[in-house]
């Protein structure tokens, strides 16, 4: 019996679906526009491939959703969790309190319920004081009934995380089962606000990605299909519903890595710069072995400075909806806002009202589309500087992700990559590859499942080659519970920093391991 996956991304502007055989080719695809509630743009997408590709139901097996439905939630304060925030850290920490830093309408929606207790550890897993376990009770009962959700940070955890656990249980004891608690040992790296922050945001957009599982598996059931739900996470990989309910934060910029991955399948280079460029944005990554480079510096989100993983990006506003101005004396200003999804009806070419660089590529040849009369009486001299100065914005893009001068191959993904000339400066060669509109649906529905580690260990303890050894399993143990094959399970990153500030011959270790989606079973998710 064949095996059929599904795979979708949700961006700004489209939607973007396809439908896979079991060898990953393209069976359907299609760009459908990304409604305001999300969910219809997502089941409309869905729909037109299943009718299109015309396999049976009961075959398609797997569907990947990369969605923004968490990025949204925080960018907009919107359908947030009710959460308290717990520090585990006090005295050590008491001159600063959390959310510190984060903008004021941030602060007031997460920051009802804060709070501070004794406890902690040292960088090498020394108690700094006993964990008051009274307090937390205390805690517990005052919040009962107020809050649906909790983040918990204490001081050191991705060393030693057993009074992050010992909180967590006295948090269930007294709240119960169904409390969605969030461990910052389980989701950022070593810096304790940065950390916390990234952890209370987590807590924050639990409900956000419960709903959004709830109605991907509805929209499918609705379609008579019963297939293995994954989410997209941001280092190109896959997590299983429940992994991503826990860790919802993990799905934020999924949508940039999605194609770099789909760009990387669908070129077949393991390394080489990629630019995805949609209808507002244009988003330029690195591939690295097949996956995006990982970012080395601590990224806000929603105005919030975290400090777990994220793609190594750089973002510019330009898009095939991009708004040209031209001023009377010629002069011109590109962007960075964009007619968006409403190209269709506000670009020049489509009978609109609104010059974009969609007009600019037709106006002057390089893309057929729409109707072409509608922007012959521009001025072709203009529009060729407005053309010129919107390649020199890509390429200057490019060369700040290069690591050096030397000429590399470009991917170019997207809607919108349609716009862009065949030679780009700095690059090796350009590569435009088939289904390159979809690459980021096909990313999401080829990627692998993976589980990352990192921890600071104390080598005059345990040894170097001791703690290599243990960071590999944990990062395997991680893979396997977001949902992938313990018999296709490889080590595809490792990275081992020194710590030469700190004493102990500490060094800070991250393994990622990632491995082939686990065979499908019947499962419910609820």
Not at 92 to 111: C, N, Q
Not at 206 to 235: M, P, R, S, Y
Not at 249 to 271: H, K, M, Q, W
Not at 495 to 505: C, F, R, S
Request: charged share 25%; hydrophobic share 40%.
């Amino acid at each position: 019996m064949s095996i059929y996956r599904i795979g979708i991304d949700v961006g700004g502007t489209h939607t973007d679906a396809v439908l896979l055989d079991q060898n990953n080719q393209v069976l359907a695809e299609t760009k459908s526009a990304t409604t305001e509630d999300v969910a219809t743009g997502i089941y409309n997408a869905m729909k037109i491939i299943i009718d299109e590709a015309n396999v049976p139901r009961e075959q398609i097996k797997y569907a990947m959703l990369g969605t923004t439905h968490c990025t949204n939630a925080i960018v907009e304060r919107k359908k947030l969790n009710k959460i308290s925030s717990i520090r585990i850290g006090a005295p050590a920490t008491l001159a600063v309190k959390p959310l510190i830093g984060v903008p004021e309408e941030l602060r007031e929606a997460l920051g009802k319920h804060v709070y501070l207790v004794r406890g902690g550890h040292e960088f090498d897993g020394r108690e700094i004081v006993e964990l008051d376990e009274q307090h937390l009770y205390q805690i517990a009962n005052e919040i009962k009934g107020k809050v649906d959700s909790v983040a918990i940070t204490s001081v050191f955890s991705p060393v030693t995380q057993s009074h992050e656990q010992r909180a967590s249980e006295i948090i269930r004891e007294v709240l119960g089962d169904e409390i969605a608690i969030s461990l910052s040992s389980e989701i950022g790296s070593v810096g304790l606000l940065e950390r916390e922050n990234a952890t209370i945001l987590n807590a924050a957009v639990v409900k956000v990605a419960k709903t959004a599982a709830d109605g991907f598996i509805d929209a499918l059931k609705n379609e008579g299909i019963d297939a293995q739900v994954f989410f997209g996470q941001n280092d190109g990989t896959l997590m299983s519903v429940d992994y991503a309910v826990k860790y919802p934060i993990f799905t934020v910029a999924c949508g940039p890595t999605n194609s770099l991955r789909g760009a990387s399948y669908l070129s077949e280079l393991s390394d080489a710069i990629v630019v995805d460029v949609g209808g507002t944005t244009s988003d330029i990554g690195v591939l690295v072995q097949s996956f995006p480079r990982e970012s080395s510096l601590a990224v806000e989100i929603g105005g919030a400075r975290t400090n777990f993983r994220m793609p190594d990006l750089v973002s510019i506003g330009l898009g095939g909806g991009t708004i040209v101005r031209i001023q009377d004396n010629d002069d011109f200003t590109i962007g960075p806002d964009s007619v968006g999804y409403r190209l269709p009806e506000k670009g020049l070419v489509f009978g609109g009202d609104t010059l974009t660089l969609t007009d600019v590529a037709v106006a002057l040849g390089n893309v057929e589309l729409g109707d072409a009369s509608k922007v012959a009486h521009l001025d072709q001299k203009l529009l060729k500087q407005v053309y010129q100065k919107m390649i020199d914005m890509v390429e200057e893009a490019i060369d700040k992700m290069k690591i050096s001068a030397a000429p590399v191959p470009v991917i170019l993904v997207g809607g919108g990559s349609i716009l862009f000339p065949e030679l780009l400066k700095g690059a090796s060669e350009v590569i435009r590859p088939l289904h390159s509109g979809v690459a980021n649906a096909i990313g999401s529905a080829i990627s692998q499942v993976s589980g990352q580690i990192e921890k600071v260990y104390a080598l005059e303890e345990i040894g170097r080659e001791k703690a290599l050894e243990l960071a590999k399993e944990i990062a395997m143990a991680e893979a396997i519970h977001a949902g992938a094959d313990p018999e296709t399970l490889v080590i595809v990153d490792i990275e081992d920093v020194p710590l030469a500030y700190m004493p102990g011959n500490a060094t800070r270790i991250r393994v990622k391991a990632a491995g082939d989606l686990a065979q499908f079973k019947t499962k419910e998710f609820v």
